[in-house]
């Protein structure tokens, strides 16, 4: 079993910055993809960025104001956001494809989100 904990959600101005993080831990042997997704209320899930062995993939929405980055050693994925917006509002999920023993199959796991609130 492999649990994904996330952490650093809250309430911020417009223009303001936060940074998330998310903890996979359990039974993994490898984590090809970590990742952030949002969704906002009467919307659906949405990427916000993306990173594995291929680099980092970011919603045009995230471009040039967020960050993604991870901690392969420690299991953490992080997104620095800067700049926020109001539209940024959502809950923001962690994402991650876990790989859990050698040759074995990818498995898609998601954290329980964490609230973002851009608001003055």
């Known amino acids: 079993q492999v649990q994904l904990v996330e952490s650093g959600g809250g309430l911020v101005q417009p223009g303001g910055s936060l940074r998330l993080s998310c903890v996979a831990s359990?039974?993994?042997?490898?984590?090809?993809?970590m990742g952030w997704y949002r969704q906002a209320p009467g919307k659906e899930r949405e990427l916000v960025a993306h990173?594995?062995?291929?680099?980092?993939n970011y919603a045009d929405s995230a471009k040039g104001r967020f960050t993604i980055s991870r901690d392969n050693a420690k299991n953490t994925v992080s997104l620095q956001m800067n700049s926020l917006k109001p539209e940024d509002s959502a809950v923001y999920y962690c994402?991650?494809?876990?790989?859990?023993?050698?040759?074995?199959?990818?498995?898609?796991?998601w954290g329980q989100g964490t609230q973002v609130t851009v608001s003055s």
């Open positions: 359990g039974s993994i042997f490898s984590i090809p993809v």
């Open positions: 994402y991650a494809l876990v790989v859990i023993q050698l040759g074995g199959s990818n498995y898609a796991y």
């Open positions: 990173i594995g062995r291929g680099g980092t």
